[in-house]
């Protein structure tokens, strides 16, 4: 050692070191957490100092709540811990902002007329005045104002919109409400209460998974992060832990070390694949070809040349394989049609909703009625629906049998994609119906045949795993590029690890295989492996789906809030999908040719079409709904007679079928059928998610620069629409409250300054951990910004004064809406009947939309507002209800309460008695809450349940505890994890531990789905389709180079698009927006390592820097998501303009089976079901950018 | 016998998912400021890669860390007579392009765009010039590239450049870095000013920016180039260690905000004495000579003689729960980075496991593996982190994964209802007793096993009275305000 280094004791010596203490002492320190959609719920740590929010650190006291699991600190990751960057950043707007040309018409408008109405009314129906500042959306010219100009502009052009076009014309979107509620809940509760529509985020983002609610009837239930660490064997797939999960990853690595096995499925070396035993780099988009032949391994060696107890008994029980489906005949063969039904054998008259209720065979031949189907669930006989397998005539036992073999054969037509036909024998048995003999068999039959097993029955089965047909490890090669050899070996390890631990195998998924076209067939295949290896519904064991933060733990009483329904039901929720592709005219330039049904008798030929069907017969929402002012359209019946609703509703039912009304998506370009006003907050809904961006900036927006250069195509191919020159710049207004100049900012007419994450009190929580969370204000709103909750307020202020001159007095207006899930219109069309096409009569609520007439008191609005209305008193979610009458008198004397109108209202002036409010009505953070759910829950069950809560009754959580540390909610009859004794939470372990069904037809995990359309486009078994062939898409025409598929995972160094903007992020990756493409791809192409290239097809272009690298597979393209169009973008060489971002090459291409309502889990509900916006099928052409 | 604390940091590779979440706490409370900005006192790397300053290991181009020469231990580049020539210039430091030029962006455009006919954008604009730039490179440049023809198959560490091109055998890991608080730290050695020290109650090095004047020696001679020149302070700043936060119990903010729970911090004793010779040895015996002067501390002897030194109790109770004493020492699954440095670096990584081999033909088939994949199926090679951890000794780091995969599949066993087969243990050199705690470290360890930092005796440090400092904390030492009282 050099005699130089000697250890430095002397405190004289060192009296600088104060330097660095300095800077680490701080002032105070405040909770709070980041409301970005990253699904992470982490709490933080605040740190002030002289007044300014200095930095973060996590939160590390989370309650141990379950010996022998890691806990959950620290959670947070490099982007929270940069969010006290945007606080003071130069990115954020001050004060409000006003696009200058429209400021300057303003005030000048304003001078002429005083009336704010009619000075919004004299711009805008002045189209020339219009165009000065609708078309330079997007082009700079930004000016400051002050709110209170801002909020009067704001009120009287929505005031106009509702006068002139109605209140459904006055749209606003805002995402993800359990990552901040109280702020989701301002601006929806304002447009509620004036009959304004909100626009649904989680299928548009294309985090909805449609198997979820097909196989389950859920929306989405998971697995918290700390359930992992029970799991035996873990397969990850479309889901990149590392950037996605980040604060759950390091479950992950634990329970390796607790002896999981892990399998990483990843067309790229993937950054959670270093986790991995076995990385699997199949073909992205076809790893349902994986799991189709994965199945066929498990199926016919656990099932057949083996039989496995736990299987076989969890496959009788708790999933429709026992089920019996019709066979249909065809020429000489039979194809598989609809379940057979009660209503159609003898004995299943006597039941009620006897169609709704399926049979199965028991082990003497006979035909058998169980309990469980859905027809239960709405019965006037409660105490039949769970998952006993009792016959619901006689009530006794049924000894159930899975399959037929033994009885005789037929011969069944199956059909493949790419493959064809093919003729396999199936065991079946002719059964008496009233209509006379079918042939039935059940889902186990059809299943394994359709798998490819033979069991020794004749027909096109391959013969081996090395026999070129569906489903072999051998036919999947050519999809996944997988070797045969690893599938078996997966398969085998999975299905033995299923069997050792009963079911602790763990899917984790995601974008991955969410967001293509076939999302639902992807994810089949795999829940087919899950439910075939009894996986479902036990602790460590299930589909873990992470894409997005949708799980509001207190659901229930969040909505009544959110949506207003504690003063006027229902809400106008807009299934965001279908809302884009029309109204941003995406439909004009779709050809459908993807959309290819097996047999497609009768059924449209463009999606347009289908969509137009489906808001016909109830089964997706559309608004605007009519081609006139709805609050007129009521006037008018009125005056022409209608006194009750019901004649009110029939005169309009009658202008419908003469068609002298129209719904407004039969012809969505006419000018009175655009929608108005869109407010934005919370989001970035111009810069991060909309697929088909260009379309967006061209006909919504109205923006001059868009990129489009695809051609309008679908003239010939629609029927039901009418067709009109493509309008421009629709809005005419575009609000936006947000803390960063964002690429939605700078499009809209007005920015509002908004709270940052550290200003404001708010709540939160996640699906994955059991903790509520809450965002804390660490300092006032910055400046002049406010919070989301103060800014509404503001505007609901204002509106109510000038709504006191322009509406004086209450009016009517009919809502149409949709048939939905969890109620019993999920029991209205067993089969598809048009009443346009004189198939049916048309009435309101079954056979068509509902058609609900309220009151809308215009001048109280803000009072209303402010104020907690009485139709909280019963409420409930999920189809689990309970009243809270007594509760909503007691807090009377808890909150501080507003007297108007001669009664007393607790006040909602405060974010935090909003908080409070949804923390004490809902049975997660209530005990005596969930205590009373459960309760009415059981009576329909016919089994008790209300124990399960029975100990946490008198447990209640509230805004201060959670301020003070995170606290974890409790089982609850809405969600279906059991988390009592500091268990870990697991999806459907209230179904599989207490015979509760799944919300669906027969109230069992649905493998076999048998509604026409399913049937039509053969889906109705799990089987795999592959990604949609380029020729299809209209996207690459005539074009020639490095022509790649389109894929946007989610990133490292953003959630969505914040922290793109973000300069720590910026610094620590590659400054800007970047395409990563293979080493030997870019040779060919002559592209090096950051070189600027340009990423184009027809729907757009994007400039950005490219990453060269072997971890990325040939012929792939990836761009994470969501770049901010503001940041380091050059003009395209190619267009003259200047470069979009990600989604300026994707565009909407909705699924129609995924459109079907009023058919037991197929109905719709906000977020819930319906078409997802999905984007991979996508491909671009990269060439390099000569500057 | 000279006993001596040390704070020791240990990262468990086989977990960090590689987030950088560490690199933004440090940065926000340490770095953000003029000067300072394109430092990252703690930095993740991806390797294979180039690392931050690019190719920081390659000593042939910077000439960092000691060289040993007969029975002498020379820094590589200054003898005393060097450093006399050299003093006003450095010829192998890193220059800025090596790190990057900071910048930002001009993002004060999006409101002040006048009204034209193309939306405006925020351009990247320098940090230190103020003037537009374009961004070329930055501290984390090469960052999940892996199969990079222009970073990772550079990398020093790398035999086999093309392997990491195959989809078969590619292979990626993460390596955070902050400043290793060395026994025998090089930077001390070659600073003229003698402003760098190593503090004697917990070991940590620290840069006196009192004395500092920008020689820059220590950025020369620091191997992990984990020293910089603040341009605007005209001073050199390191990685602290966090003392302000240890010295009060609390972890590393680095420590702290690890999401991925791959860090480990705790008390080592050393015996100082010793030092001179472990330092002498061949490489590939560098890693046992390193381990062999790390004490017991449950030792009565040790303890006794570390009291004499003035190490308090409470440093001696923490010593035995120390994780980093039990993962480097006990269970010799923690490996120093680059040992053949010699300068003894104090932070100590657990190397990582991978997935099983490939071939690639027509299909993509697996290697033939047990459920817990064996050693010899292992994409990351054994002689690449041989490299890294143990100057080439690849039975070192073997013996390390070994343990990682006998421990798994120990642990499957039980998972399953199974009984563990405790011949793979023995194989490890593991017994159930030592599985079983090492699992604990690995997976349940609360924040306070996996940190188990003593708070600093600063009322045997103060020269004022303690009775008077207290009431005086935070008015100042330095600057006290000018004309007094």
């Known amino acids: 050692m050099s005699e130089r ?29 980041h409301g970005a959609n990253c699904t992470g719920s982490c709490s933080w740590w605040i740190y002030v100092k002289d007044g300014i929010v200095t930095w973060e650190l996590q939160a590390t006291d989370y309650p141990s709540f379950s010996p022998g699991i890691p806990n959950y600190e620290p959670r947070g990751c490099q982007r929270g811990i940069s969010a006290s960057w945007y606080l003071y950043s130069p990115l954020r707007p001050k004060f409000p902002y006003i696009r200058g040309a429209l400021l300057d018409l303003w005030r000048e408008a304003k001078a002429k007329y005083g009336d704010p109405v009619e000075a919004w009314k004299s711009i805008v129906e002045n189209p020339e005045l219009r165009n000065k500042y609708v078309k330079k959306r997007g082009m700079g010219g930004f000016r400051r104002a002050d709110w209170d100009e801002a909020v009067e502009i704001i009120a009287a052009s929505t005031l106009y919109t509702i006068k002139r076009y109605g209140p459904d014309r006055v749209i606003g979107f805002t995402p993800i409400p359990a990552m901040s509620m109280v702020s989701y809940a301002s601006g929806a509760r304002f447009l509620q209460l004036l009959g304004g529509v909100c626009l649904s985020f989680y299928d548009w983002y294309c985090d909805l998974p449609p198997a979820s609610p097909q196989i389950w009837g859920e929306q989405t239930d998971v697995n918290e992060s700390a359930d992992w660490y029970n799991a035996g064997f873990i397969a990850i797939m479309g889901s990149n832990l590392n950037m996605t999960r980040t604060p759950d990853t390091h479950y992950l690595s634990e329970a390796r070390y607790r002896g999981a096995k892990v399998v990483v499925f990843s067309p790229d070396y993937s950054q959670v694949s270093k986790y991995a035993d076995v990385w699997v780099p199949v073909e992205q988009g076809h790893d349902a070809a994986f799991w189709m032949a994965a199945n066929h391994v498990i199926m016919k060696e656990f099932y057949f040349e083996k039989e496995t107890p736990y299987f076989l008994e969890y496959a009788k029980k708790y999933t429709d394989m026992p089920f019996l489906v019709k066979l249909r005949k065809d020429g000489d063969v039979y194809v598989p049609d609809r379940f057979l039904r009660a209503s159609e054998i003898e004995k299943g008259e006597v039941l009620e909703n006897a169609e709704w209720i399926l049979c199965v065979i028991d082990d003497n031949g006979e035909v058998r009625i169980p309990y469980g189907s859905i027809g239960f669930r709405w019965s006037s006989i409660e105490g039949k629906w769970n998952l006993e397998m009792k016959d619901a005539v006689d009530g006794e036992e049924i000894d159930v049998k899975l399959s037929l073999m033994g009885e005789e054969t037929v011969m069944v037509r199956f059909y493949y994609d790419e493959y064809g036909e093919s003729i396999r024998g199936v065991p079946a048995k002719v059964v008496k119906t009233k209509e006379g003999e079918v042939v039935v068999t059940t889902v186990f039959d059809l299943l394994a045949a359709h798998l490819g097993i033979s069991r020794g029955l004749p027909g096109d089965y391959p013969e081996s795993y090395d026999d070129n047909k569906p489903f072999t490890p051998a036919w999947q090669e050519k999809y996944t590029k997988v070797g045969r050899r690893t599938v078996i070996k997966i398969a085998r390890e999975w299905a033995e690890n299923g069997e050792k631990t009963e ?44 894409v997005g933060q949708e799980k509001v733990a207190p659901v229930a009483s969040w909505a009544v809030v959110a949506f207003a329904q504690d003063w006027v039901k229902p809400p106008r929720l807009q299934n965001s999908p279908s809302f884009y592709y029309v109204h941003t005219d995406q439909w004009r330039y779709d050809r459908c040719s993807y959309i290819e049904p097996v047999d497609g008798d009768g059924l449209p030929e463009h999606t347009i079409d289908y969509n137009v069907k489906a808001v016909r017969l109830g089964w997706l929402p559309f608004y605007p709904q009519f081609n006139e002012n709805p609050l007129k359209l009521v006037e008018e019946a009125q005056k022409e007679g209608a006194k009750s609703d019901d004649e009110v509703r029939k005169w309009i039912v009658d202008k419908l079928k003469e068609g002298k009304l129209k719904f407004a998506i039969e012809d969505p370009d006419a000018e009175e059928n655009w929608p108005r006003i869109w407010f934005i907050w919370r989001g970035n809904a111009i810069g991060s998610s909309p697929k088909g961006h260009e379309f967006f900036l061209k006909h919504f927006v109205g923006a001059p620069n868009s990129n489009v250069m695809a051609r309008e195509v679908a003239k010939d191919f629609v029927s039901e629409v009418v067709w009109r020159d493509a309008p421009e710049g629709k809005l005419d207004l575009i609000v936006d409250l947000n803390f960063r100049m964002d690429s939605t900012a700078v499009y809209s007419d007005i920015v509002l300054p908004a709270a940052h994450w550290y200003e404001k009190n708010d709540i939160q929580s996640t699906d994955l951990h059991t903790f509520i969370n809450c965002l804390g204000g660490a300092t006032s709103p910055a400046w002049e910004a406010k919070s989301d909750w103060e800014i509404f307020k503001l505007i609901a202020k204002k509106f109510s004064e000038l709504a006191s001159k322009h509406f004086p007095k209450p009016v009517k207006d009919v809502i149409m809406a949709p048939l939905l899930h969890d109620t019993p219109e999920e029991l209205t069309q067993s089969d598809v009947k048009d009443w346009k096409l004189g198939q049916c009569e048309a009435i309101p609520g079954k056979t068509m939309p509902k058609l609900i007439i309220v009151e809308r008191d215009y001048a109280n609005l803000y009072k209303r507002f402010i104020t907690l209305g009485p139709g909280i008193k019963t409420l409930g979610a999920h189809g689990v209800s309970w009243d809270a009458s007594d509760i909503y008198e007691e807090i009377l004397n808890e909150f501080p309460t507003i007297e108007w109108n001669g009664n007393r209202y607790v006040s909602l002036e405060e974010d935090v008695t909003v908080a409070n409010i949804i923390l004490t009505f809902a049975p997660e953070t209530n005990g005596e809450i969930s205590y009373r759910g459960f309760k009415n829950l059981e009576k329909k069950i016919g089994k008790p349940l209300s124990q399960i809560v029975e100990p946490y009754r008198s447990y209640r959580i509230t805004f201060e505890d959670v301020k003070a540390q995170p606290k974890r909610i ?93 300069l720590r992020m910026l610094t620590i990756s590659r400054g800007g927006q970047v395409v990563w493409i293979n080493d030997e791809d870019a040779r060919t192409a002559g592209i090096n390592d950051n070189d600027w290239v340009e990423v184009y097809n027809s729907n757009g272009v994007i400039v950005c820097r490219a990453v060269v690298s072997a971890r990325v597979p040939r012929g792939m393209a990836i761009m994470y998501h969501a770049p901010e169009r503001t940041l380091y973008i050059p003009k395209s060489k190619k267009t003259g303009r200047r470069g979009g971002v990600h989604n300026s090459v994707t565009r909407t291409r909705l699924k129609p089976i995924l459109m079907v309502g009023g058919y ?23 060439k390099k950018l000569r500057r | 016998m000279d006993v001596r604390a040390q704070l020791v940091m240990v990262f468990n ?17 340490w770095s953000d400021r003029r000067g300072a900005e394109y430092m990252w006192w703690n930095n993740v790397e991806t390797k294979p890669g180039a690392g931050y300053p690019k190719f920081w290991e390659d000593q042939r181009k910077y000439k960092g860390g000691w060289v040993l020469k007969g029975n002498y231990v020379k820094l590589r580049a200054f003898g005393k007579f060097s450093t006399l020539l050299n003093i006003f210039y450095q010829p192998y430091m890193p220059k800025l392009e090596d790190y990057y030029h900071p910048w930002t962006y001009d993002y004060a455009n999006l409101y002040n765009a006048p009204e034209a006919d193309d939306q405006p954008v925020a351009e990247p604009v320098s940090l230190i010039s103020g003037e537009k730039i374009d961004i070329e490179f930055g501290p984390n440049w090469d960052d999940d590239l892996s199969g990079s023809p222009l970073y990772a198959e550079n990398d020093v560490n790398l035999d086999e450049r093309r392997i990491i091109s195959s989809f078969g055998k590619l292979f990626m890991f993460y390596l955070p870095r902050i400043c290793n608080h060395c ?94 010779v472990a330092l002498k040895v061949r490489d590939e015996e560098l890693v046992e000579a390193q381990r062999r002067i790390i004490l017991d501390p449950k030792d009565e002897m040790i303890r006794r003689a570390a009291k004499e030194n003035g190490v308090p109790d409470s440093w001696l109770d923490a010593a035995i729960k120390s994780p980093a004493y039990a993962l480097i020492r006990e269970f010799e699954v923690a490996l120093p980075l680059h040992p053949e440095f010699r300068t003894m670096p104090m932070t100590f990584y657990v190397p990582p496991l991978s997935p099983v081999l490939a071939t690639q033909r027509i299909a993509y088939d697996v290697e033939d593996h047990e459920a817990i994949p064996d050693m010899e199926h292992l994409r990351v090679p054994v002689r690449y982190l041989s490299k890294l951890f143990s100057a080439g000794n690849e039975d070192v780091v073997v013996d390390a994964l070994q343990k990682l995969i006998a421990l798994r599949a120990y642990m499957r066993a039980k998972n399953l209802g199974e009984s563990p087969d405790e011949q793979i243990l023995r194989k490890a050199s593991l017994d159930t007793g030592a599985t079983e705690r090492l699992y604990r470290l690995f997976t349940v360890a609360s924040y306070h096993e996996r940190y188990t930092i003593p708070s600093l005796h600063r009322e045997y440090l103060d020269v004022a009275p303690s009775d008077e400092r207290r009431g005086g904390r935070g008015f100042g030492i330095i600057a006290k305000p000018r004309g007094g009282l």
């Open chain 1, 5 to 33: 280094i000697k250890d430095v004791f002397s405190p004289e010596l060192r009296s600088w070191e104060e330097f660095y203490r300095n800077r680490w002492q701080y002032d105070k320190v405040v909770r709070s957490t």
């Open chain 1, 503 to 546: 079911g602790r195998n763990l899917a984790i998924i995601g974008p991955g295989l969410n967001h293509w076209f076939h999302n639902d067939l992807n994810y089949r295949a795999v829940i087919t492996a899950l439910i075939l290896t009894g996986s479902v519904g036990k602790n460590g064991g299930g589909l873990a789906h992470y």
């Open chain 1, 970 to 1062: 409790i089982t609850s009859p809405v969600w279906s994890g059991n988390i009592n004794d500091g268990r870990t939470y697991a999806p459907y372990t209230l179904n599989v531990e207490y015979e509760i069904p799944w919300r669906t037809l027969s109230g069992r995990q649905e493998l076999y789905l048998d509604h026409p359309y399913y049937l039509a486009f053969y889906e109705m078994l799990p089987t795999f389709k592959p990604k949609i062939s380029p020729r299809m898409l209209d996207e690459i025409e005539g074009d020639e180079g490095l022509i790649l598929n389109f894929i946007t995972p989610h990133g490292k160094w953003s959630i969505h698009s914040t922290y793109y903007d973000n």
């Open chain 1, 1160 to 1182: 037991a889990q197929f109905s719709y509900y906000f977020n819930y079901w319906g078409p997802t916006g999905v984007n991979r099928d996508t491909y671009v052409v990269v």
């Open chain 2, 13 to 29: 590779l086989d977990k960090c998912l590689g987030c950088h979440t560490c690199s933004i706490a440090c940065k926000n409370i």
């Open chain 2, 183 to 276: 026994l025998n730290p090089a930077c001390v050695a070659a600073c003229p000013q003698r402003a760098i020290y190593k503090r004697g109650e917990d070991g940590i090095v620290l840069v006196d920016q009192n004395t500092c004047r920008g020689w820059r020696f220590c950025v020369s001679a620091c191997p992990y180039k984990k020293v910089y020149y603040n341009w605007n302070t005209g001073k050199s700043e390191k990685c602290i260690f966090c003392y302000p936060r240890t010295e009060t119990a609390q972890a590393n903010a680095c420590a702290h905000s690890c999401v991925g729970r791959i860090r480990y911090v705790g008390v080592i004793l050393y015996d100082a004495d010793r030092l001179d």
